[in-house]
C-alpha cells in the first residue's frame, strides 16, 4: 500500500497570502495524484487531478505541481472561503487507493 | 446536477449488519466508476470499496474485504454498501464518491454525496 504523508499538519496564514500544501509518496506515483478540499460540515471537493490540472470551476489561484514522489498544492492568494482541510490522494497503484492524512489551512 | 444521496446509516451493535444505498442523479450511471469513503469522527479520508461501471469488478481494501460487499443496480441509479460483522473501528461517515473517468490509471473523484454516519457501539 502506497502512504501518502502531507505536511505540514497545520498551516497558519493570513487572507491574501501564498500557502504552499506539500504531499509525498512512500513510491512512484507518477502524475496519478490528486487534491480535495474539504470545508467543515462539507464533503470533499476535488481541486486538481493529473498533479496539475485544475478540475472544472476550480478558481486559477489553486495550483499543482510535482510528480513521482513529491508534489505541492499553492494556493496563491488565499480567500476566506479557502480555510479548509485539504488532502492529496493516489490513483497509481491500486487498491487501495490512498489518501494523505490532511493539512489544515488556518486563519493566522 | 449531478447528486448522490446516501441512506441506511444508524447505530449498530458489535457484530452486526448495515446496508448503505447510494442514489444518483444528474448524470449517466451507468457510465461511471463508483466508490465508498470513509471518515471517522474527527480524522481524514479513507477508500472502502470501489466497483467498475458495469459491475463486474469490485475492489476492497483489506480490512474491509470478506465482511463488506459492494454492489450496484444501474437500473436503479443507486449503489450499495452491505456491511457486516461490524466493529467499533467501522464507525464513520460513508461517502458515496464518483469517479470523473478523466485518468485512466484510477479513480478521480469529481462529485460526493454528504454521508451518512455509521456508528458501531454496544
Known amino acids: 500500500e502506497i502512504v501518502m504523508t502531507q505536511s505540514p499538519a497545520t498551516l497558519s496564514v493570513s487572507p491574501g497570502e501564498r500557502a504552499t500544501l506539500s504531499c509525498r509518496a512512500s513510491?512512484?506515483?507518477?502524475?496519478?495524484l490528486a487534491w480535495y478540499q474539504q470545508r467543515p460540515g462539507q464533503a470533499p471537493r476535488l481541486l486538481i487531478y493529473?498533479?496539475?490540472i485544475r478540475a472544472t470551476n476550480i478558481p486559477a489561484r489553486f495550483s499543482g505541481s510535482g510528480s513521482v514522489t513529491e508534489f505541492t498544492l499553492t494556493i496563491s492568494s488565499l480567500q476566506s472561503e479557502d480555510f479548509a482541510v485539504y488532502y492529496c490522494q493516489q490513483y497509481n497503484n491500486w487498491p487501495p487507493w490512498t489518501f494523505g492524512q490532511g493539512t489544515k489551512v488556518e486563519i493566522k | 446536477e449531478v447528486q448522490l444521496l446516501e441512506s441506511g446509516g444508524g447505530l449498530i451493535l458489535p457484530g452486526g449488519s448495515l446496508r448503505l444505498s447510494c442514489a444518483g442523479s444528474g448524470f449517466t450511471f451507468s457510465r461511471y466508476a463508483m466508490s465508498w469513503v470513509r471518515q471517522a469522527p474527527g480524522k481524514g479520508l479513507e477508500w472502502v470499496s470501489g466497483?467498475?461501471?458495469?459491475?463486474?469488478?469490485?475492489y476492497y481494501r483489506d480490512s474491509v474485504k470478506g465482511r463488506f460487499t459492494i454492489s450496484r443496480d444501474n437500473s436503479k441509479n443507486t449503489l450499495y454498501l452491505q456491511m457486516d460483522s461490524l466493529t467499533a473501528a467501522d464507525t464513520a461517515l460513508y461517502y458515496c464518491?464518483?469517479?470523473?473517468?478523466?485518468?485512466?490509471?484510477?479513480?478521480?473523484?469529481?462529485?460526493w454525496g454528504q454521508g451518512t454516519l455509521v456508528s458501531v457501539s454496544s
Open positions: 493529473g498533479a496539475s
Open positions: 464518491a464518483k469517479d470523473s473517468s478523466v485518468a485512466a490509471a484510477g479513480p478521480v473523484f469529481d462529485s
Open positions: 466497483i467498475t461501471d458495469n459491475g463486474d469488478s469490485t
Open positions: 513510491q512512484s506515483v507518477a502524475s496519478n
